[in-house]
């Protein structure tokens, strides 16, 4: 079972796929562009990996003094962060080097608190697609990463759809791409995940409560090339779902 | 079956059960804390700052999010995990926001300030900032808050921290490297700030650390008293 949640014609809605895009929990069929669809559930604590993938810790070496040895690399964010599918993500004026990270998303949907591995995956409610930016202009060596780099207004794209844990028998299973503008520029493998999903769940369980609603942002695979005002980011994770960003430039958010 | 989706789906952001007697009423969930705004806390590290890993000091502030696992109020009972000797106790204003503040100057900024509270951060002490892991900040009820939302001027406030009824700490709010309504602009640049959500002024220099058994208790003029205790 797949969900969203979109707002239509003056009310927010539940909605399921439809042959025409989705159907409203009322009936109505529509195309998904006449609708503004939002994060697919409701969000607690977001909490993030860095450098989950064996690959994205090799690209990014030069720049980082971890090995994939070490503790999971977990950072949170906020709220504010969060955008819906076709959204519009701001570009700072004086950014270089600001990049999409295509995640699979894992929402908790029973408390844990120190799950072991083997049980962990009793607690997932079920997966989205996380589009999860940075600016890496701002980055500074004081509690990385910090949050003018990770945690901006819009970086923390979700949806379209919430599937159902029971129709992902296997989260390390998954193929995931991102496409810049229709070309390719990013894929990897969740089997390549340094620390699988039932691990995170193991670790964060270990020190703190995991509510429902709580998202794990999985990490991103190699391959996050910068992106420009007016480009249009997709993220894809097969069997999840297409979310599809754009980048907006100073002047649409009126600054 | 243990997975309850409809509660994943359809459960609000769960606020903590502190309430106020005017708007915004009650906290969003969402609190913002800020680490060496303290003159004193950047002193003590000294030439590190320019050193690997650190290479420069501070730029932008420097922040970190309290889960909403963390949030408590007053009379808490802090649960010492058993791989933690002791927390710092970190005393601090917290900044309740009253109106969005999106990209503000700092002249309008305490506009977007409902209010203030007290707020006491346990942390499990750790000495590099680099990249501290969340297990230091994200512990299960480790973020007091409360009684009171009063409009005291975060600038000139004296917080009293005692441990077990002796004086432990007197933190001037007002001796922050950013004032509240610096932190706000440089802040909300980046980050819109919405009503509810709590922006912590920042933790001090030499905060002292708390075991298993002792009390603690925070008091400021117009604020009440923030009491709790390590388990």
């Known amino acids: 079972m797949k969900t969203a949640r979109v707002a239509y014609a003056g009310a927010l809605h539940e909605a399921v796929p439809h042959a025409r895009g989705l159907q409203l929990d009322d009936g109505r069929a529509l195309a998904e562009e006449e609708v503004v669809w939002l994060p697919p559930f409701d ?43 076709r959204g519009v993500t701001r570009r700072p004026r004086d950014a270089t080097f600001m990049h999409y990270e295509c995640e699979l998303a894992v929402v908790i949907g029973a408390p844990a608190k120190g799950v072991v591995r083997a049980d962990a995956l009793r607690h997932v409610a079920g997966y989205t697609v996380c589009n999860d930016y940075a600016v890496r202009d701002y980055l500074e060596n004081w509690y990385r990463p910090n949050l003018r780099v990770k945690n901006r207004d819009g970086g923390t794209v979700l949806g379209p759809w919430f599937v159902d844990a029971a129709d992902v028998p296997d989260p390390q299973a998954l193929a995931l791409r991102t496409f810049v503008n229709g070309q390719r520029t990013q894929q990897g493998h969740t089997s390549n995940m340094v620390n699988d999903v039932a691990s995170l769940i193991e670790y964060l369980s270990s020190f703190m409560t995991l509510n429902p609603g709580d998202v794990i942002l999985t990490g991103t695979p190699d391959g996050v090339v910068n992106v420009n005002p007016g480009d249009e980011v997709v993220c ?6 297409r979310l599809v960003n754009t980048l907006g430039d100073d002047s649409v958010f009126g600054r | 079956m243990l997975v309850n989706k409809a509660a994943a789906q359809h459960l609000a952001m769960a606020a903590p059960e502190i309430h106020f007697e005017r708007a915004p009423w009650r906290l969003s969930g969402q609190v913002i804390g800020v680490a060496l705004n303290d003159p004193a806390a950047l002193a003590a590290l000294g030439g590190a700052v320019h050193a690997p890993p650190y290479k420069a000091p501070p730029q932008a502030p420097v922040l970190y999010i309290k889960p909403r696992n963390t949030l408590a109020g007053i009379g808490a009972r802090v649960v010492l995990p058993a791989d933690v000797a002791e927390f710092e106790l970190g005393a601090t204003l917290g900044l309740v926001i009253g109106r969005t503040a999106c990209a503000v100057p700092a002249a309008q900024a305490l506009a977007h300030v409902a209010g203030c509270t007290l707020v006491l951060d346990l942390s499990v002490p750790h000495d590099s900032f680099y990249r501290p892991s969340v297990r230091f900040k994200a512990r299960d009820g480790s973020c007091l808050i409360g009684p009171l939302m009063a409009a005291v001027d975060p600038d000139t406030t004296t917080l009293l921290l005692s441990v077990d009824g002796e004086p432990a700490q007197a933190v001037a709010a007002g001796r922050m490297l950013r004032s509240a309504a610096r932190l706000i602009a440089d802040v909300s640049e980046f980050m819109t700030l919405r009503p509810g959500d709590l922006l912590l002024l920042g933790l001090p220099a030499s905060a002292p650390r708390v075991h298993a058994g002792q009390r603690f208790a925070l008091t400021a003029a117009g604020l009440g008293t923030l009491e709790g205790c390590v388990a």
Do not use: C, M, Q
């Open chain 1, 236 to 241: 894809e994770i097969d069997g999840i779902g």
């Open chain 1, 43 to 85: 969000v607690g604590t977001i909490i993030a990996l860095g450098l989950n993938y064996a690959d994205h810790v090799k690209e990014l070496s030069r720049e980082l003094t971890v090995t994939a040895k070490d503790e999971p690399l977990v950072f949170l964010k906020g709220p504010g962060s969060l955008l819906g599918h």
